[in-house]
């Protein structure tokens, strides 16, 4: 790692103002000052910002409930992110594991730990996402038949891997698919012929969004959450 990113990942000082501070001689690396940004970093170095000594902060594991209108993604120039919901210092180097549409809901997951994300958004873990789906009618038998076996999507070669259904209220269900393909919950409703008006994420795995959080809100995972996971 470059010795301005150390820096600017150990405090909250940007990139920018990293490279400030270690041109005007405020850094030191293992007692000796050091103006070089570029200097790489093994790991096991002492750094110093005037002198108080600096570490990385440990991988992050965070939960949000995420409203409509916020898009699942780093920056947008035309639209609030998820972490624009997060304060600065928290937000930092997070990215989402699992994105959500603008106009869907609930259950975000994001870290500081790429390893752990890939677990989740891999085709090859089959991790399960509940969602709470209402519907424009009440979803007929054999749509219920079709979902649990598995349907085309338009213009896909494989059908999607059998759902779990679970019928709540008459226009209102649980679906539980295993896959991330394309807008998939809107698309599997479509093909059985009906239409997705509001989509809410429940579960991702074994976690379950926090009841307590409203719209926006957003809490560190429990170790058990994490782990879950990994």
Same mark, same amino acid.
């Given at each position: 790692?470059? #010795?301005?990113?150390?820096?600017?990942? @150990?405090?909250?000082?940007?990139?920018?103002?990293?490279?400030?501070?270690?041109?005007?001689?405020?850094?030191?690396?293992?007692?000796?000052?050091?103006?070089?940004?570029?200097?790489?970093?093994?790991?096991?170095?002492?750094?110093?910002?005037?002198?108080?000594?600096?570490?990385?902060?440990?991988?992050?594991?965070?939960?949000?409930?995420?409203?409509?209108?916020?898009?699942?993604?780093?920056?947008?120039?035309?639209?609030?992110?998820? #972490?624009?919901?997060?304060?600065?210092?928290?937000?930092?180097?997070?990215?989402?594991?699992?994105?959500?549409?603008?106009?869907?809901?609930?259950?975000?997951?994001?870290?500081?730990?790429?390893?752990?994300?890939?677990?989740?958004? @891999?085709?090859?873990?089959?991790?399960?996402?509940?969602?709470?789906?209402?519907? @424009?009618?009440?979803?007929?038998?054999?749509?219920?038949?079709?979902?649990?076996?598995?349907?085309?999507?338009?213009?896909?070669?494989?059908?999607?891997?059998?759902?779990?259904?679970?019928?709540?209220?008459?226009?209102?269900?649980?679906?539980?698919?295993?896959?991330?393909?394309?807008?998939?919950?809107?698309?599997?409703?479509?093909?059985?012929?009906?239409?997705?008006?509001? #989509?809410?994420?429940?579960?991702?795995?074994?976690?379950?969004?926090?009841?307590?959080?409203?719209?926006?809100?957003?809490?560190?995972?429990?170790?058990?959450?994490?782990? @879950?996971?990994?």
């Amino acid at each position: 790692m470059r #010795l301005d990113q150390f820096i600017a990942n @150990s405090t909250e000082l940007s990139r920018k103002e990293a490279k400030r501070a270690i041109s005007q001689g405020q850094v030191t690396v293992n007692e000796q000052t050091c103006t070089g940004a570029n200097t790489k970093l093994a790991g096991h170095e002492r750094v110093a910002l005037l002198g108080t000594p600096l570490t990385l902060p440990g991988k992050r594991y965070l939960m949000m409930n995420k409203p409509a209108g916020v898009v699942s993604a780093t920056t947008d120039s035309d639209h609030p992110t998820a #972490l624009d919901l997060l304060p600065a210092n928290l937000a930092r180097n997070l990215h989402i594991a699992g994105r959500l549409d603008a106009d869907t809901t609930g259950l975000l997951l994001l870290t500081t730990d790429g390893q752990w994300s890939h677990r989740i958004i @891999s085709p090859r873990t089959d991790c399960p996402k509940t969602y709470r789906v209402t519907l @424009s009618e009440p979803l007929s038998t054999m749509a219920v038949r079709k979902l649990q076996q598995g349907v085309y999507l338009h213009n896909e070669p494989k059908p999607t891997r059998p759902a779990q259904v679970a019928i709540l209220e008459e226009r209102i269900i649980e679906l539980t698919i295993s896959e991330g393909r394309y807008h998939q919950v809107k698309r599997m409703l479509a093909a059985v012929g009906n239409h997705v008006e509001a #989509l809410h994420r429940l579960r991702i795995g074994g976690v379950t969004l926090d009841p307590e959080l409203g719209p926006g809100g957003h809490r560190e995972l429990t170790r058990e959450e994490k782990d @879950s996971l990994a």
